[in-house]
């Protein structure tokens, strides 16, 4: 029969929960929280009084079960160290007592130590206490012996000290023995005889039984009328003043996926099991309106809940309250740091606790990084099999090797293979990566393969790719379709990586034939999943093939998909449109597909027509689209912040109060999503509100809900120092977690390149940083090859080698890269290459000037004007040097009136045009000349005017200038 394992799974649940007993469930019932705490105190007092074991027994398990904190606090906090003491003063002398002060001070150890000489005596208590006929310690040890706790498992006699407490009219026991037996005739006796014993106790008065009658029927629910049974029950429990009971009955009346839903009831539940003691009520009550308000619990009541948590000094409550107190500014944040130093010095072996504590100190976001701390916390999370915390000690180990100890590094493979064969899928994953790179373990591909198709059998999109990226670096005929097929999986999982990865294959010709509009389509679809990194893609695309032919064909699919009926092809569409520019035809591709219902589209015309410099009949259209979106995608969180984003870029006040009110409320529903969008308005002032220290706060906390964007953000903001102090040691911290959980990431490659490329928060290191370039070129990142290139030119962590430098340069410049053609180009004409090729050098730089690099366009020019590399033809010159200036380049405004001024037939009206615009572009060499040209004059206006260009000049480090301003100064008299 499927059961609950009631011996195990319920019998170590109490012993762990240390919330079932007559003193807990029932001292404070239906009595004011100040009438409760002095009925207990004076109990704890009359029992100090009396110095026979039955009072030691009954005082240790008051104080196991907890105090409340005060008169005003109901919360109870155990004092388990001075129950121990008490029950051991009550084991060392003899009488009726000993049983059950055996079988407590069992209970207390199991729950608090697992070390084999712990469980050893708590085994042996049990054995004694059961031998005086304590049918929970036999329904206990029987528990513990078939689970193998202890020594070997033995179901043998397990199933005999079951019976023994099934004799013994203990109920739970003939549970236990119909889940144990293969005989359905047989099963259903023993559960018939142990449902009897619990009815009769629980309509006696027994909390504790009828809370296992809930358990029973919540545990076995094949239907409502179980589920129904088990409310009914916990009801009574809780009616008995049962705390616990109370806390099941609201997680059970809260359960979103249980047609009982009841968020009220679920309110009404845990606000009694908190005011009868439960801490763990009380956080979830505190923390319901940062978490959806799914209860609709007021702030207030769930602030007086969150600081008498506090009060308790419950670690899992610190936790709790620091990562709630930390969005509220720089106040919040350092409350929230002292919280959480406060939860590391009082941590003890509650796992959950352990392993959030761990987090926060690997990754520094509300406290100081501690990576060794983090590790022991860890490994002690793991010494109870957790799987979660096999994961996090391994992970950490590999990632950190540093901060890991010896035995720990040769532990950490173990645990994660440990935690992966219970399915743990991220670990499955980890243990494919540690494989692939030789992390921690000898290399093997095989064996990373099988790791990555087991996570992939979970349905694991980052495992579909990883599988993806083995066979696509195999570059053969039979492999490339395994490649296709994993990265198609991904895609249908809504993978924005894995579509951009299927328009590489297809636009490089890599292991399939190329195919240009088949990579237009897939970069199309990853633009309407949202990457902005296939926006990038598709330009590249066009700007290197060009023509019409693969346009054609990419468009001609999206539309035979638009017919099929799917939804996000118009979207895919329109970006494509976009991609080539072609504003007017993506505008008409959304709004029929808007009018047509779509709300997705309608917020994409929206974000169309306010892209650029919108003008009022743009607005106005924006905010329509925008009103139909929202409408229409009122339960969608995700959405609703991308909206409210879009009026804040609104002007109007209306607008952007709106966009924020929304923002708001999502953030106070705890939407990471809206977190992220938020802090990225407030970095970026966007509806005129910069408050980069609130964006930090709303980043930190969107990386503790699991946000990649957010930490990759709040990375970026720590290494530019946008707004916020620069902090490169944090931001290298976060870079290497967001590699540690998706290693193909260019941008985290990129980002962790120049990190080592510079020494910036890390250690410079040209090697490790020409290793990231690498594996970014390799992806087919064009600045990835654009970094490799200059790498291998300048010999930056690599042998130097101007042809490879020279090949990886152009793979970026095909990509449409105009600085990589700049590269190219001053690598060919310089002789840094294998040959000077000044023709070369001139093709390189006309493309990127026709891209409209106006650098480019003034190499061009020069070459021109030379007869460098193509023919001589300085009128072409003058109008590419026209053409930069336009651009506002003062450079080449400082060569048009060099060009006018040492021309055959020099013309000084335009000399001195471009010289003066040049200056007041801010060009050094232009403000010197000019200044030369004031100082020609005879008057003091003319000579002042000279000064002040020097003083422009000598600012903007022009050496000339800054001599012959001191000449001037040293000449001027007094």
Do not use: C
Not at 796 to 817: C, F, I, N, P, Y
Request: proline letters at 4%.
């Amino acid at each position: 029969m499927n059961r609950t394992h009631l011996g195990l799974l319920g019998a170590l649940a109490i012993l762990t929960s240390l919330s079932s007993g007559p003193a807990f469930s029932q001292t404070s019932t239906g009595a004011e929280p100040r009438d409760g705490f002095r009925s207990i105190m004076a109990k704890v007092e009359q029992l100090k009084q009396r110095n026979d074991p039955a009072a030691l027994v009954e005082r240790a398990q008051l104080l196991q079960d907890g105090l409340p904190v005060s008169e005003t606090n109901p919360l109870r906090v155990p004092q388990l160290d001075e129950a121990a003491r008490l029950y051991e003063q009550a084991l060392a002398l003899p009488g009726a007592h000993w049983p059950s002060a055996a079988l407590r001070r069992a209970k207390l150890i199991l729950a608090r130590d697992r070390d084999p000489a712990s469980v050893d005596r708590a085994a042996e208590l049990l054995r004694r206490a059961a031998a005086l006929q304590s049918h929970e310690a036999a329904f206990v040890l029987a528990g513990l012996m078939e689970a193998g706790i202890g020594g070997k498992q033995d179901l043998e006699g397990a199933r005999n000290l079951y019976q023994i407490a099934l004799r013994s009219e203990h109920g739970p026991a003939g549970l236990e023995l119909a889940r144990l037996e293969s005989d359905p005739a047989k099963a259903n006796v023993f559960a018939t005889q142990g449902l009897r014993i619990l009815f009769r106790e629980a309509q006696r008065g027994s909390a504790e039984a009828a809370r296992t009658l809930a358990d029973h029927y919540r545990d076995t629910a094949n239907g409502p009328d179980r589920i129904n049974a088990a409310i009914e029950w916990y009801q009574r429990a809780a009616d008995l003043g049962d705390a616990e009971a109370s806390l099941r009955l609201g997680r059970l009346r809260a359960d979103p996926k249980s047609a009982t839903r009841q968020p009220q009831e679920a309110k009404i539940a845990f606000e009694k099991a908190a005011q009868r003691g439960s801490v763990e009520a009380a956080m979830i009550l505190a923390e319901d309106p940062f978490n959806g308000a799914a209860l609709g619990v007021e702030a207030g009541t769930a602030d007086l809940w969150l600081n008498r948590a506090i009060e308790t000094k419950a670690p899992r409550a610190l936790v709790l309250a620091a990562e709630i107190r930390s969005q509220n500014g720089p106040d919040g944040r350092q409350a929230a740091k002292d919280l959480l130093a406060e939860a590391v010095r009082r941590v003890d072996q509650d796992v959950t606790v352990l392993v959030a504590l761990g987090r926060h100190l690997r990754d520094g976001v509300l406290i100081d990084r501690d990576v060794a701390l983090a590790l022991r916390l860890f490994d002690r999370a793991a010494a109870s099999d957790n799987s979660a915390a096999l994961y996090e000690f391994a992970r950490t180990s590999l990632a950190y090797p540093d901060a890991a100890t010896e035995s720990m590094r040769g532990t950490a493979i173990e645990r994660l293979r440990t935690a992966a064969e219970r399915g743990h899928v991220k670990a499955a994953v980890s243990m494919g990566d540690a494989l692939l790179r030789g992390n921690g373990v000898p290399e093997s591909q095989a064996e990373a393969m099988r790791w990555y198709r087991r996570a992939a059998e979970s349905g694991s999109p980052i495992a579909y790719i990883r599988l993806g990226d083995l066979y696509a670096s195999r570059f053969s005929g039979t492999e490339a379709p395994r490649a296709l097929e994993w990265y198609r999986k991904a895609a249908e999982a809504n993978s924005a990586i894995a579509m951009i990865r299927l328009g590489k294959m297809f636009n490089d010709g890599r292991g399939v034939p190329q195919d240009q509009a088949l990579a237009a389509t897939w970069f199309s679809r990853a633009a309407a999943a949202g990457s902005s990194a296939a926006m990038v893609e598709l330009s590249a695309l066009y700007s290197r093939a060009g023509g019409p032919g693969h346009f054609n064909l990419a468009r001609e699919a999206l539309e035979k998909a638009i017919k099929a009926g799917d939804s996000r092809a118009p979207i895919a569409l329109a970006k494509l449109y976009l991609a080539r520019g072609e504003r007017v035809l993506a505008e008409g591709t959304l709004r029929k597909a808007a009018e047509g219902g779509s709300a997705e589209a309608a917020l994409q015309l929206a974000e169309v027509s306010l892209s650029g410099q919108p003008t009022g009949e743009q607005q106005n259209a924006a905010r329509r689209w925008l009103a139909i979106a929202e409408k229409a995608m009122a339960a969608d969180d995700d959405q609703n912040g991308k909206i409210a984003l879009l009026y804040l870029s609104l002007p109007d006040p209306a607008s952007i109060e709106h966009g924020a009110s929304v923002l708001e409320t999502l953030v106070r529903k705890n939407s990471a999503e809206a977190m992220t969008l938020l802090a990225t308005a407030l970095l970026q002032g966007t509806g005129g509100k910069h408050d980069p220290v609130r964006a930090e706060a709303l980043l930190r906390r969107a990386i503790q809900l699991g946000h990649d964007g957010a930490r990759f953000i709040l990375a970026k903001t720590y290494r530019d120092g946008d707004g916020i102090p620069r902090d490169p040691a944090q931001a290298m911290a976060l870079y290497r977690e967001i590699y540690n959980e998706e290693p193909g990431d260019t941008k985290v490659q990129l980002a962790l390149g120049e990190a080592y490329e510079r020494g910036v928060g890390v250690a410079q290191d040209r090697k490790v940083a020409a290793e990231f370039f690498a594996q970014a070129a390799n992806q087919g990142d064009p600045d990835g090859q654009i970094r490799l290139g200059l790498a291998y030119l300048y010999g930056g962590g690599v042998e130097r080698d101007s042809r490879t430098a020279e090949q990886w340069l152009s793979r970026a410049g095909e990509a449409g890269q105009i600085d990589a053609r700049l590269q190219l180009g001053g690598l060919k004409l310089s002789g840094l290459g294998a040959t000077v090729d000044s023709e070369g050098a001139f093709a390189s730089y006309l493309r990127a000037a026709e891209g409209g690099s106006p650098l480019a366009m003034i190499e061009v020019a020069r070459a021109l004007a030379n007869g460098t590399g193509t023919q001589l033809d300085p009128g072409l010159a003058k109008t590419w040097l026209e053409r930069a200036a336009s651009l506002g380049s003062p450079d080449a405004m400082f060569e048009l009136y060099r060009l006018n001024d040492i021309a055959t037939k020099p013309n000084a009206r335009e000399a001195d045009r471009w010289l003066r615009q040049a200056a007041e572009k801010g060009h050094p060499g232009a403000m010197y000349r000019l200044a030369f040209r004031y100082q020609q004059g005879s008057s003091d206006k003319e000579r002042a005017t000279a000064r002040e260009w020097l003083e422009k000049a000598a600012r903007a480090g022009h050496s000339q200038a800054a001599k012959a301003l001191a000449k001037l100064t040293n000449a001027t008299p007094g």
